[in-house]
């Protein structure tokens, strides 16, 4: 094995080796500095291996490092045509309709309501979201009006109204 000291500087996924923590029955431990800035000391063959990769920030819903890989997950799969942003990712069936989902750390979200919450709307579980535009894979929340599950049909027969409707309408 190579002298402990030659690891410090070295970067495994989004942590870096700052000193050696220990060094217990051919156990080598290293001070880590993550990314998002936390520190650790993890064992330095789980780093090598790539079996620890960050701090856990990557995993964590609502911190800064996840929530940048989630955005970038979703601009990967988002194809930008005129007013219409095309999904290019999953879709499921429900009620005879399809929805764009993506899987990320063992979630599902809909692309849609993340946008909007990213937005800062708030969303309520029991919210849906109607598109009103022609093209079926559009993904843009202009396009979408949020409606309770009781008035899911009314925006279908589009007697609730999303904004790309009305400035179509108004024009």
């Given at each position: 094995?190579?002298?402990?000291?030659?690891?410090i500087g070295k970067k495994y996924g989004h942590l870096?080796?700052?000193?050696?923590?220990?060094?217990?029955?051919?156990?080598?431990?290293?001070?880590?500095?993550?990314?998002?800035?936390?520190?650790?000391?993890?064992?330095?063959?789980?780093?090598?291996?790539?079996?620890?990769?960050?701090?856990?920030c990557i995993k964590v819903p609502y911190s800064s490092?996840?929530?940048?890989?989630?955005?970038?997950?979703?601009?990967?799969?988002?194809?930008?045509?005129?007013?219409?942003?095309?999904?290019k990712g999953l879709y499921r069936m429900i009620n005879?309709?399809?929805?764009?989902?993506?899987?990320?750390?063992?979630?599902?979200?809909?692309?849609?309501?993340?946008?909007?919450?990213?937005?800062?709307?708030?969303?309520?579980?029991?919210?849906?979201?109607?598109?009103?535009?022609?093209?079926?894979?559009?993904?843009?929340?202009?396009?979408?009006?949020?409606?309770?599950?009781?008035?899911?049909?009314?925006?279908?027969?589009?007697?609730?109204?999303?904004?790309?409707?009305?400035?179509?309408?108004?024009?």
């Amino acid at each position: 094995m190579a002298h402990p000291n030659n690891f410090i500087g070295k970067k495994y996924g989004h942590l870096t080796i700052k000193a050696i923590a220990k060094y217990r029955t051919s156990t080598l431990y290293v001070e880590c500095e993550c990314d998002c800035g936390k520190s650790g000391i993890f064992k330095l063959e789980s780093l090598k291996s790539g079996k620890i990769q960050s701090c856990g920030c990557i995993k964590v819903p609502y911190s800064s490092t996840f929530e940048e890989n989630v955005r970038k997950r979703i601009e990967s799969l988002i194809e930008v045509q005129g007013e219409c942003w095309i999904w290019k990712g999953l879709y499921r069936m429900i009620n005879n309709r399809f929805y764009p989902f993506f899987n990320s750390h063992r979630k599902q979200y809909n692309p849609v309501r993340w946008f909007a919450e990213q937005q800062g709307e708030v969303v309520h579980r029991n919210w849906n979201f109607i598109r009103q535009c022609e093209n079926e894979k559009c993904v843009n929340p202009d396009h979408h009006v949020k409606v309770a599950k009781c008035n899911v049909k009314k925006a279908l027969k589009k007697e609730i109204k999303c904004a790309y409707l009305k400035r179509r309408e108004s024009r």
